[in-house]
């Protein structure tokens, strides 16, 4: 599904004549190296700018539309950077292919004070309206979206404990049942019977960039730390917070600008790795068995 405003061109060459003028066209074409699911470009035009170009195969173009809607939300809070969306198409020619066109992060230094900064503009972020995104009040997002590949769905719910469950963990869990035996399968049934025992519900809904790791935050720029590579939904701001820890984690000055910000809930460190069994599940279904004991442990340290 698109989403209302953004342009649908058939060809990088339309698309660059109606964003920059007739004749600008592509000089260089350079493969940058980092993602996991598309191909990325940096394409240097006429007139000397560089823009970024993501491709896949043609039938693969919503995850172009729905990675836009994803950044122009977070835009659309005014908290935080990330580049702005220039265009999504399908190249018509040859094999064909799906693009989406951004903003080019050149990455030119960091301001002074990079960590707090990016904590105070995550803390806004989390704190901004989310009428816009969801129903006000609720969690999910307008649109489905995805996380990795696989698909994410955002039904709009009025309690984040069942949004988490139904959205998140239960498709999961579907998806991985092969992984799992009788015994495994009556732990993980017991395990979402009993969320309300091991989460809460917010003070407010965020809007969350959904996977935020380090490989999806650059240095903007502005210097700041800008978002890339969302898969946006309105839930609990810590499962933003949970996710930064599970691949190593950011400086410790970022997690106390953060609190002082944002003060959290009590408990946060009981619930964070059940937040991050959902992207656990979600590698063990994308890359297979060798996640497999780390979601097992987690299961288990909730469910004896
Ligand atoms: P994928 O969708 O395949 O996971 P990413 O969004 O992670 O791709 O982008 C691939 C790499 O391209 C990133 O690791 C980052 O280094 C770089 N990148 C992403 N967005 C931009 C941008 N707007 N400008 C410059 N480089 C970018």
Redesign the pocket.
């Known amino acids: 599904m698109g989403f209302v405003g953004l342009q649908e061109y058939v060809s990088i060459e339309s698309a660059l004549d109606s964003l920059f003028g007739s004749g600008i066209r592509i000089t260089s074409m350079d493969r940058?190296?980092?993602?996991?699911?598309?191909?990325?470009y940096?394409l240097t035009l006429t007139d000397g700018k560089r823009i970024?170009m993501?491709a896949n195969r043609k039938e693969n173009m919503p995850?172009f539309t729905a990675?836009a809607a994803g950044l122009a939300a977070i835009a659309g809070t005014g908290a935080i950077g990330t580049?702005g969306v220039l265009c999504v198409g399908t190249d018509e020619e040859g094999a064909g292919c799906s693009f989406l066109l951004?903003?080019?992060?050149?990455?030119n230094g960091r301001v002074k004070d990079y960590w707090e900064v990016f904590a105070r503009q995550l803390a806004a972020m989390h704190r901004a309206e989310t009428g816009g995104f969801a129903v006000e009040g609720k969690f999910g997002f307008s649109n489905d979206n995805y996380i990795?590949a696989n698909g994410q769905a955002n039904r709009v719910c009025g309690s984040w404990i069942d949004f988490f469950r139904e959205c998140r963990l239960e498709p999961q869990f579907k998806r991985a049942s092969r992984y799992f035996d009788a015994g495994g399968r009556k732990k993980v049934t017991k395990l979402l019977e009993r969320l309300d025992d091991f989460l809460v519900e917010p003070e407010h809904p965020s809007l969350l960039h959904g996977d935020l790791w380090s490989?999806?935050v650059?240095t903007g720029n502005d210097g700041k730390a800008w978002l890339?590579?969302p898969a946006v939904y309105v839930g609990h701001a810590e499962a933003d917070l949970a996710m930064t820890e599970l691949f190593g984690g950011f400086p410790q000055i970022f997690y106390d600008v953060y609190r002082e910000e944002a003060p959290m809930q009590p408990g946060y460190e009981r619930r964070r790795d059940l937040y991050n069994l959902y992207h656990l599940l979600n590698h063990l279904n994308l890359f297979g068995r060798a996640y497999l004991p780390s979601v097992v442990r987690v299961v288990e340290k909730y469910i004896a």
């Open positions: 940058v190296s980092g993602g996991d699911i598309n191909e990325a940096r970024f993501k995850f990675e580049p951004m903003e080019w992060i050149e990455g990795g490989g999806n650059m890339i590579d």
